[in-house]
């Protein structure tokens, strides 16, 4: 255990998987309150393009998943702001334009730049290559996401479950809509830049989908969600690191154990939630049967 946490890749592994787990199970909850899954998957996948473009000009990988994040959370508000299927419209438009762009970058970089493993580390992610210049910005993303939401709390909270009733208390849903996918943005930057741009999308929707399922209140179902993600997390990078040694110096990738974790803590979540609501009609029909004279 002191080899794990005394190596410096392992160190930053953690602090950016932390960054990403807070982020995605905070903004998380909200995305699956608003129906919004699709829309999640769409800005990981679409990032993609940003983080292949960051290796073809230079720049700061956080600094490419998050701009094409961006670009793309605005294309997705206001090409379909009416309607639930237009929204879906838009979202299917802007996700097939981006990946459009993504597959160009990709073959730049390998064709004009002497950049190896780049599909790898933008698609699925290399938490253990992450430079430790990357800590500082990982950290201020999870600040203003943090900032931004307790700023907002109650808007996004009444905009996610009842809209109508956010526009006659005088919340605008389009406004709280891009608001929501401009904070959603940044998670997915964080977490494209920890475990890829493809699977970023199970660290937004599976610790927050497992938790809506534990609790139905927004706090605790953060609460639940933070606690799930940083769990995967961690675990993922710790059984990545060990597995070197259980495969003879094969060491799997730390994106693929997060995943896995994260699908059995789902299935746990929704096997409990199963036996919970089954108990809680055994003992209402039980309650029914004393009261009957």
């Known amino acids: 255990m002191f080899a794990f946490l005394s190596s410096q890749p392992v160190q930053t592994a953690l602090i950016v998987g932390s960054c990403a787990a807070l982020v995605s199970a905070l903004i998380g909850v909200f995305t699956v309150l608003r129906g919004n899954a699709f829309a999640g998957h769409a800005l990981a996948d ?6 292949a473009a960051s290796f073809l000009w230079g720049i700061s990988p956080l600094l490419g998943f998050l701009g094409m994040a961006w ?19 838009a979202t299917g438009i802007v996700l097939g334009a981006g990946l459009g762009f993504s597959a160009l970058f990709l073959y730049l970089d390998v064709t004009t730049t002497s950049t190896t493993g780049a599909a790898v580390s933008v698609m699925f992610g290399s938490l253990f290559a992450i430079s430790r210049g990357l800590i500082w910005p990982a950290i201020l993303a999870v600040l203003a996401v943090f900032l931004l939401v307790g700023l907002f709390y109650r808007p996004l909270i009444l905009t996610a479950v009842d809209p109508d009733l ?5 919340v605008s849903p389009r406004w709280m ?12 930057a964080v977490c494209a830049l920890a475990i890829g741009a493809v699977l970023a999308t199970a660290l937004l ?4 989908g497992a938790a809506i399922r534990l609790s139905r209140r927004p706090a605790q179902a953060i609460f639940w969600a933070m606690i799930i993600a940083l769990t995967a997390v961690w675990l993922g990078i710790w059984m990545a690191y ?6 003879s110096g094969n060491a799997w ?8 974790l994260i699908f059995l803590f789902y299935l746990l979540a929704m096997l409990g939630s199963s ?5 809680q009609r055994r003992g209402i029909t039980s309650l029914r049967r004393l009261q009957e004279p």
């Open 46 to 51: 679409v990032s993609s393009a940003g983080g």
């Open 71 to 89: 670009i793309a959370a605005f294309g997705m508000e206001f090409l379909g702001v009416r309607k639930a299927r237009e929204r879906d419209l």
């Open 166 to 170: 956010a526009t006659l208390r005088g």
């Open 177 to 188: 809509g891009l608001l929501q996918l401009l904070v959603l943005g940044l998670a997915v």
């Open 205 to 208: 929707i599976g610790p927050a």
């Open 242 to 247: 060990e597995s070197y040694y259980w495969f």
């Open 253 to 260: 990738p730390v994106s693929f154990f997060v995943v896995v």
């Open 275 to 279: 036996w919970q609501h089954k108990y």
